[in-house]
């Protein structure tokens, strides 16, 4: 069965940092491109950053550019979401997903089981 395996979320404070790690199992990350997504209660499931399969193109969404970083190291077959100055609203469940299109908007076939991010003090 293939699926995504997400780690690294947590709790912290407002301007903390965390790094989420997304590993694949059954299958290679270097033949896909890799999206992170996140959902908070009671909203829908948004498109955060998203990183091609050479890693040569990354995409963010407005509300997380300068923030977060998206990279990838295909030779340990992991992709990073590495946050940066974390706001409460950036709090809710992380996914990774693999797909042959990056975008924040594609479709993808491949999906984890998610991630909780908290931030609050």
């Known amino acids: 069965q293939l699926q995504l395996v997400e780690s690294g979320g947590g709790l912290v404070q407002p301007g903390g940092s965390l790094r989420l790690s997304c590993a694949p199992s059954g299958f290679t990350l270097d033949d896909y491109a890799i999206g992170w997504f996140r959902q908070a209660p009671g909203k829908e499931r948004e498109g955060v950053s998203c990183i091609t399969k050479s890693g040569g193109f990354t995409d963010y969404a407005e509300s997380v550019k300068g923030r977060f970083t998206i990279s990838r190291d295909n030779a340990k077959n992991v992709v990073y979401l590495q946050m940066n100055s974390l706001k409460p609203e950036d709090t809710g469940v992380y996914y990774c997903?693999?797909?042959?299109?990056?975008?924040?908007?594609?479709?993808?076939?491949?999906w984890g089981q998610g991630t909780q991010v908290t931030v609050s003090s």
């Open positions: 997903a693999a797909g042959w299109v990056a975008g924040l908007n594609a479709d993808y076939v491949h």
